[in-house]
């Protein structure tokens, strides 16, 4: 847990002192007035006061006082690493895949693939709630709410 | 205008055909969320926005807090039946709620937790038309000083009243500020943060942020571990009504529960989940025998389900009369205003009385269907409790995935969404709260303003916080609060790291 109260408290510094770099470039005040950057910076400086703080007590404090603080591993079980990789990699592949793949196509891997790797269920569970949530979202998004889904390879053979 | 002819309009508004039906969709899905475990009201009305935008700013506001206060009916059905709260508000409604179940009264329990739903969401609405026009009269005279201090009082109560660490709560709050600088400057014009992609211009969208920090995050959370069976109570639901003795018991508790309740919803920071634990903690101090709470007495349900609703109302006040969102639905609600170009706060009932009162008919009517969907309709939503999370949680990666890309047909915003769904995801690993972080970046761009025109005014000079009464009075306490855990530090001695740990964890 000692780990984690390091690692969190060095990225939240990490990111107060961008956005002060930043705002020291916008100009904290410009002929005597606040700019630009003034807002920013005093929230990027409360950041990383903040973090200095979780970070000090953090080496201060002994491993196992954080055990007794801190009752849970990273991972609940031995195979979620697996399951949250599983779900992160579906999500990517959707993103990089809509516009190639289309809608129709790429929801219904993604479907497939999430029903099948996380909690695995029988192929006919799966290609039922597939195909019904395929259709179901298409018709709710495409044709009740006229949103341009990507048609992709598929869109063009049926030459939609 | 007086408060019938208020009355008048508020339903002349709302008994438009199309009204009504966003009014029903919204209830009907927010208490579908509030019986599914594992998606709250605020993951839902985060899954729902990009939906709304098709809608006109009324409708859309209609069906989000439809949502909203029908989540907290649907809470109580989970609670009951399966002993895991359906949302965070109804988490006590279990301790009493499933023993009375398990003793074959889950009828009268569902019954009281919908009636006395529905009484505490009236009470409150009645009050929201009584209470936040003379607020919004006050709220006029406000100017920036008063405004940035209210605002700054409301950012310090939600995190010290976070569930959580406050240290790391304003570690998100500053966080929350620092995302809402990305883009176009308010006043200036200069390109903050951009990267110089076209896309941050105008800021990062509110709406893949909280669809990734909610409902990503939740999802991912929760796949963690291999679903369990829920055990869902296999008795017939009988006697919906509750009886004579059971009215008698529960009236103290409803009556008690719709008005702290209210209160506590109008405290930022407050909302249904605080007004729902002090309500059965009350409860059980007033109550001659404080030892049958716990084994299925009705109290216990009655008074923490009034609450939450009363709360969930109570909280709208601030943000239709302030401008000031006092919870982290809210927040998400003032969003929904200013993307359809409406500043919530007290020109609102000036500039579109529409709105405000057709979101007060709204909620009456609302509270009516609830009642209705809740009792006669119970069976549908025991079936609903036994879709597996297997097929459930795709469905709501799904939805977040072509929301978030319909806001502006561009995968930019699908990509922000995952990256918050990953960070909202390592923030609960690391002990870090969402809630001030969205609040915060809602605000603000608002507190920005607010702040450096109130220096603009006193050319530079931060006294002008201090030498107006009402703005010295919000930031004197919201001073005393950030320091008092300080100074309580110096007096006690402490355990190792109770700064940094959540008072959860302890």
């Known amino acids: 847990m000692k780990n984690r109260e390091l690692i969190g408290s060095l990225f939240w510094i990490g990111v107060g002192v961008i956005f002060c770099t930043g705002a020291l470039k916008y100009r904290l005040f410009k002929s005597g007035v606040p700019g630009a950057g003034l807002f920013p910076f005093i929230g990027g400086i409360i950041l990383i006061t903040l973090s200095f703080v979780v970070l000090i007590s953090s080496l201060k404090t002994k491993e196992e006082d954080w055990r007794k603080i801190f009752k849970e591993k990273f991972f609940p079980q031995e195979n979620s690493w697996k399951r949250i990789l599983f779900a992160l990699l579906a999500l990517f592949a959707y993103w990089i895949a809509l516009e190639y793949l289309g809608f129709l196509l790429t929801t219904f891997l993604f479907m497939t693939f999430l029903l099948r790797f996380i909690e695995p269920q029988s192929w006919i569970t799966n290609f039922t709630t597939t195909i019904l949530t395929t259709t179901a979202s298409y018709l709710l998004f495409k044709i009740g709410l006229k949103v341009p889904l990507p048609k992709g390879i598929l869109g063009m053979w049926i030459g939609g | ?53 098709t809608l006109t700013p009324v409708q859309s506001i209609i069906m989000l807090a439809g949502i909203y206060y029908g989540a907290q009916y649907g809470g109580s059905t989970t609670s009951i039946l399966v002993n895991i709260p359906g949302e965070a508000s109804s988490v006590v409604t279990c301790l009493d709620g499933y023993q009375m179940a398990r003793k ?26 009584l209470l936040a026009p003379p607020l919004a009269g006050i709220a006029l005279k406000f100017g920036p000083p008063e405004s940035t201090s209210i605002m700054f009082f409301g950012l310090t109560m ?79 639901i009988k006697g919906l009504l509750p009886t004579k003795q059971d009215w008698q018991d529960s009236a103290g508790p409803i009556a008690r529960g719709s008005v702290v309740g209210f209160f506590l919803g109008l405290l930022p920071g407050g909302g249904a989940l605080i007004a729902s634990l002090i309500s059965y903690a009350m409860e059980k101090k007033v109550s001659k025998h404080p030892e049958k709470f716990g084994t299925g007495d009705i109290r216990g349900v009655a008074g923490p389900e009034t609450a939450n609703n009363a709360g969930a109302g109570g909280a709208f006040i601030p943000l239709l009369s302030l401008g000031i969102p006092c919870n982290v639905v809210m927040a998400i609600l003032m969003g929904a205003f200013m993307i359809h170009r409406i500043t919530p706060g007290p020109l609102l009932m000036k500039e579109h009385p529409d709105l405000f009162w057709g979101i007060v008919g709204s909620m009456y009517i609302g509270n009516i269907m609830l009642l209705v969907l809740n009792l006669p309709l119970i069976g549908i939503w025991v079936k609903i409790l036994k879709i597996p999370y297997a097929i459930l949680f795709p469905l709501i990666f799904l939805f ?105 964890d302890l």
């Open chain 2, 158 to 236: 939600v995190t010290y009243l976070s569930s959580g660490s406050m240290i790391k709560a304003l570690m998100m709050a500053a966080f929350g500020l620092l995302l809402g600088c990305v883009g176009t400057d308010l006043i200036i014009g200069v390109q903050r943060y951009t990267l110089g992609a076209i896309a941050l211009e105008d800021g990062v969208g509110l709406v893949p942020v909280v669809m990734g920090l909610f409902g990503i995050s939740e999802v991912l959370f929760n796949i963690e571990e291999s679903f369990q069976k829920k055990d869902i109570f296999k008795t017939k």
């Open chain 2, 400 to 504: 977040c995935l072509i929301g978030s890309y319909s806001l502006n047909n561009s995968l930019f915003d699908v990509l922000i969404m995952i990256c918050f769904g990953i960070l909202g995801y390592l923030m609960r690993k690391f002990h870090y709260e969402a809630a001030p972080l969205v609040m915060a970046f809602v605000l603000g761009p608002m507190l920005e303003e607010n702040f450096r025109q109130s220096l603009l005014i006193s050319k530079g000079s931060l006294m002008i916080f201090f030498l107006r009464p009402i703005s010295a009075a919000f930031i004197t306490v919201s001073l005393c609060l950030l320091v008092s855990p300080l100074i309580l530090k110096l007096f006690r001695k402490q355990r190792p790291g109770l700064l940094i740990a959540g008072k959860d």
């Open chain 2, 104 to 129: 074959g009264r889950a009828g009268p329990a569902l019954g009281i937790s919908a009636f006395g739903s529905f009484i505490g969401g009236t009470f409150t609405v009645i009050m929201l038309m």
């Open chain 2, 1 to 53: 205008m007086d408060f019938l002819s208020h009355l008048n309009m508020a339903f002349g508004i709302f008994l438009e055909p199309s009204n009504l039906l966003v009014c029903f969709l919204g209830v009907l899905f927010g208490t579908l969320v509030g019986v599914l475990p594992g998606l709250g009201p605020t993951a839902a009305i985060s899954l729902l926005l990009p939906i709304t935008f």
